[in-house]
T-cell receptor, first 113, second 114 residues
Framework: KAGVTQTPRYLIKTRGQQVTLSCSPI?????VSWYQQTPGQGLQFLFE???????NKGNFPGRFSGRQFSNSRSEMNVSTLELGDSALYLC????????????FGPGTRLTVL | GNSVTQMEGPVTLSEEAFLTINCTYT??????LFWYVQYPGEGLQLLLK?????DKGSNKGFEATYRKETTSFHLEKGSVQVSDSAVYFC?????????????FGKGTHLIIQP
């Protein structure tokens, strides 16, 4: 069974640009969550999508948005990039919501210059 | 709000040494507790979990017991190997699997020397 895949694995952007990251969950998983990992702040929850609906959102500005498609694949978008957005963005999927293990992808390393 | 505190390290041990990584938490309800491991260049893998007080999670020789009275979930292993070198994250979720998102500690970098 294929794991969670994220594309691209590495990305370099400049300040002010926008970026879209993609996550394909494990087959049969309907929930996708996104996390930002930085050396200073550690791992922080961005948002979770379930059946194309955002279920919960962390404490991030509106520049961070996401969506989920009918096949459960998810994208997150960051607009007007800032230097501080440089991070590893991790996606996690699970079969359903409460009580199920989250499986993490390898992440997308975003560098903002 | 919820929070998780763990030693950040790096923690350096010799092979076959005993490992303890402390983790304490603050939560408003009755959270589920997790330990995740991250190897270089990879995402996080669930190592073990406990969903209620006094539960013991175990996997690959690692153990952790959910202690409600001390709000702790310390990770232990009796004899570490070089292959255990990684970053370990303690995490909690109020809603069992994390519908509200997992709250992570800062991570403990573990280095095992041969």
């Amino acid at each position: 069974k294929a794991g969670v895949t994220q594309t691209p694995r590495y990305l370099i952007k400049t300040r002010g640009q926008q970026v879209t990251l993609s996550c394909s969950p494990i087959s049969g998983h309907r929930s996708v969550s996104w996390y930002q990992q930085t050396p200073g702040q550690g791992l922080q929850f961005l948002f979770e999508y379930f059946s194309e609906t955002q279920r919960n959102k962390g404490n991030f500005p509106g520049r961070f948005s996401g969506r989920q498609f009918s096949n459960s694949r998810s994208e997150m978008n960051v607009s007007t990039l800032e230097l501080g957005d440089s991070a590893l963005y991790l996606c996690a999927s699970r079969k359903d919501t409460d009580g199920n293990e989250q499986f993490f992808g390898p992440g997308t390393r975003l560098t903002v210059l | 709000g919820n929070s998780v505190t763990q030693m950040e390290g790096p923690v350096t041990l010799s092979e076959e040494a005993f490992l303890t990584i402390n983790c304490t938490y603050t939560a408003t309800g009755y959270p589920s507790l997790f330990w995740y491991v991250q190897y270089p260049g990879e995402g996080l893998q669930l190592l073990l979990k406990a969903t209620k007080a006094d539960d013991k999670g175990s996997n690959k020789g690692f153990e952790a017991t959910y202690r409600k009275e001390t709000t702790s979930f310390h990770l232990e292993k009796g004899s570490v190997q070089v292959s255990d070198s990684a970053v370990y994250f303690c995490a909690l979720s109020e809603s069992g699997g994390g519908a509200d998102g997992l709250t992570f500690g800062k991570g403990t970098h573990l280095i095992i020397q041969p």
